[in-house]
Every structure is written in structure tokens, then in C-alpha cells.
């Protein structure tokens, strides 16, 4: 078992659709990350959760750490918002353990 | 305009070539990363620093070196490029430590060959 699994792997959604990605691990952790890539290679730091919620324009970040969980939701989505979304949490010796990513493709 | 800098964002070298990576900071952030991304197998840690003349090994440092002169500048060194060494490179920094969050550089692909 992976120490940081994501789901869905894949996932296909109409434009103005509500997304959610979940991550759940099995390590201890100071903080979690949510980052996206684009076809292309860029990667952006979208959220670092350690308890609770975030929210950034129509990005909403969850964590629950009790249940080793978290959430990324995205509200209206767009076709521009189709990417690569990877959540990593912090293992020991500060290691980022990065899950497999989800897929998002956002048709018009 | 504040980010991070790599250099060369594309390279094909020959096995056995050294080659050198270039990463540069402008946020004065005393953390910096190298990672590699192969296809499947999403980013695994290379070399870390926690702070200027300081540095660590991370998941798969085996065949490359680093170096932390200062705190703007983490260059990644392959000594004796293999074709196993064929990946995208990404270069990143933390504002808040080794548990901070990341500002990723554009990546460097390079094709040994």
C-alpha cells in the first residue's frame, strides 16, 4: 500500500462541473501539499495544509487529520483548470512522499 | 521578476559527459530541492539543503552531487552522465524551511543518450 494514495487516478468532467480530488496517507505529517502541473512540465504550489481549510478563488483545500484525509474541490470548473493535481505529504527526514497525481480534463 | 531560475531548460548529452544544472533563487529562501520526474513515477527527491553550505541526500542521489555555496544558488552536477540519468529535473525552494511551502523552477529535460 502506497503511503499516499490519491483518487481518481483519472477524471474527465464537463465545463461548470464541481471537482473533487481526494488523498489519503498512511505517514505522520507536519503539512500537505496540494500542486499542479500542466501538460508541459510547470508545477505550482497550490495549497500547504497542516489543519483544516483553505480556499483560493474557486480552489478549496481540506484536511482532516484524524482521518489522514484530504480534499481539493474545485468550484465552476474550467477547460483551463485541466492538469496534473498531486498531493505530497512530509515522511521523515523531510522527504516529500508524493502520491501518483490525478489527471483532470475539463471539456468545453 | 522573483522566482526560480533553471538553466538549460533542454539538454542531449552523450554517456559519460559531466554536466552541470543550474538552479538560482531570488526569494532568499534557505531551503532548496532537485528533483527528478520519470514518467510513472512522479518526482523523487535527489539532494536537498536546508541552508547556505549546507546539503543532504534525498531518495535517488546515487550518480549526482550538489553544492550550496550560498543561498541563491543550487547547482546539480552529474559527474558521468548514464542514460538511466534521462528525466525532467526540477529545481525548488521553501520559504518556511524543510516544511515549507515549494515554488517550483520551469524543469530542465535531459536526454542521455
Known amino acids: 500500500k502506497n503511503e499516499v494514495e490519491q483518487s481518481p487516478q483519472n477524471l474527465t468532467a464537463q465545463e461548470g462541473e464541481f471537482i473533487t480530488i481526494n488523498c489519503s496517507y498512511s505517514?505522520?505529517?507536519?503539512?500537505l501539499h496540494w500542486l499542479q502541473q500542466h501538460p508541459g512540465g510547470g508545477i505550482v504550489s497550490l495549497f500547504m495544509?497542516?489543519?483544516?481549510?483553505k480556499k483560493h478563488g474557486r480552489l478549496i483545500a481540506t484536511i482532516n487529520i484524524q482521518e489522514k484525509h484530504s480534499s481539493l474541490h474545485i468550484t465552476a470548473s474550467h477547460p483551463r483548470d485541466s492538469a496534473v493535481y498531486i498531493c505530497a505529504v512530509f515522511g521523515s527526514n523531510y522527504q516529500l512522499i508524493w502520491g501518483a497525481g490525478t489527471k483532470l480534463i475539463i471539456k468545453p | 521578476i522573483a522566482g526560480i531560475t533553471q538553466a538549460p531548460t533542454s539538454q542531449i548529452l552523450a554517456a559519460g559527459r559531466r554536466m552541470t544544472l543550474r538552479c538560482t533563487q531570488d526569494m532568499r529562501h534557505n531551503a532548496m530541492y532537485w528533483y527528478r520526474q520519470d514518467l510513472g513515477l512522479g518526482l523523487r527527491l535527489i539532494h536537498y539543503?536546508?541552508?547556505?553550505?549546507?546539503?543532504g541526500k534525498g531518495e535517488v542521489p546515487d550518480g549526482y552531487s550538489v553544492s550550496r555555496a550560498n543561498t541563491d544558488d543550487f547547482p546539480l552536477t552529474l559527474a558521468s552522465a548514464v542514460p538511466s540519468q534521462t528525466s525532467v529535473y526540477f529545481c525548488?525552494?521553501?520559504?518556511?524551511?524543510?516544511?515549507?511551502?515549494?515554488?517550483f523552477g520551469e524543469g530542465s529535460r535531459l536526454t542521455v543518450l
Open positions: 525548488a525552494s521553501s520559504n518556511t524551511g524543510l516544511a515549507g511551502e515549494l515554488f
Open positions: 505517514v505522520g505529517i507536519s503539512a
Open positions: 539543503s536546508n541552508t547556505a553550505g549546507t546539503t
Open positions: 495544509l497542516s489543519s483544516g481549510k
